[in-house]
């Protein structure tokens, strides 16, 4: 009898013990996922921003690069 009533208590405590060590995991993994999910988008923003940053600026620097290339082939034609 003893040895049933101590070998529960044993049980229950370890259980007790598995059960939380589970809940504090999931918590941790839970704060984790958000941080990542937030950290997601502002990268996804930023590389959205980066990406018409770099359009806009190829188009800005095309124009001149182009006069200035037309102004040489005139230069040399004459």
Known sequence: ????FGASLSTFFVAYFLININYRA???M???EKELTSAN???????TEL???VYS???DLRAPLHSLQGLIQLTEHT
């Open 57 to 59: 600026s190829s188009h």
């Open 41 to 47: 988008s502002m990268l996804t923003m930023v590389n």
């Open 26 to 28: 999931e918590a941790v």
């Open 51 to 53: 990406d018409r940053f």
């Open 1 to 4: 009898m003893i040895n049933f």
């Open 30 to 32: 839970n704060k984790r």
